[in-house]
């Protein structure tokens, strides 16, 4: 089955303790990105990869970091996370991105508490 | 920096009567998409619009693209209760995706 897999679902952890959550896709995609989603805010872009070892900014990199070493993982980097980071997140995939015009699968979100 | 709104924000509506949320965009917009968002679940695509003046029907679902591709639009006729969601609208930059602030969209039996 197509679909975008994010681990954990649930995370309560402590401001300052890295941790990472992991994205996986097995679509074959090009591209994936990180949102985060907060209420009256919609869905907001953390960063996106066009690509195996491309990676850039979207609206709110501030405190996260990114890496592609395989085209299916894109695992999402909090090194020293704050309660502002207290959010759902999402990572999608699609085909290609941005010009390309592909629609975006999203897994199922992971909600990360961070006290 | 780009930004794209979406009104309204909520919305409550009797079983049957239609819906429509507006989506506009501070910049032009190579192309828009749809989402939809059931409660406690993920965002899932619904459509794409690229081309000026653009109408697109998916059963009781229209949407439509600006002319001046700064603003979209869903309608949804004779709402249903599985229409029960946030509608989210996408602007396309290059490789960046902005979306909307989402239409909560309520159904009351």
């Known amino acids: 089955e197509a679909q975008v897999t994010q681990n954990p679902r649930y995370l309560i952890t402590v401001t300052g303790k890295k941790l990472t959550v992991t994205c996986s896709q097995n679509?074959?995609?090009?591209?994936m990105s990180w949102y985060r989603q907060d209420p009256g805010l919609g869905l907001r872009q953390i960063y996106y990869?066009?690509?195996?070892?491309?990676?850039d900014k979207g609206d709110v990199p501030e405190g996260y970091k990114v890496s592609r070493k395989e085209k299916r993982n894109f695992p999402l980097i909090l090194e020293s996370p704050s309660p502002n980071q207290t959010s759902l997140y999402f990572c999608a995939s699609s085909l290609s991105g941005g010009w390309g015009n592909q629609p975006q699968h999203f897994g199922d979100g992971t909600r990360l508490s961070i006290l | 920096g780009q930004q794209v709104m979406q009104i309204p924000q909520y919305q409550h509506v009797q079983e049957g009567e239609d819906f429509t949320t507006y989506c506009n965009s501070s910049?032009?917009?190579?192309?828009i998409q749809w989402y939809k968002q059931r409660p406690g679940g993920h965002p899932v695509f619904l459509i794409q619009l690229v081309k000026s003046g653009e109408v697109k029907k998916q059963k009781r679902l229209t949407f439509q693209f600006g002319e001046a591709k700064k603003n979209s639009s869903l309608h949804i006729t004779a709402t249903q209760t599985t229409d029960v969601g946030t509608y989210f609208c996408a602007g396309i930059g290059t490789y960046k995706y902005i979306f909307g602030t989402g239409t909560r969209l309520k159904v009351l039996a």
């Open positions: 990869s066009m690509n195996v070892e491309v990676t």
């Open positions: 910049t032009t917009l190579s192309n």
């Open positions: 679509m074959n995609h090009e591209y």
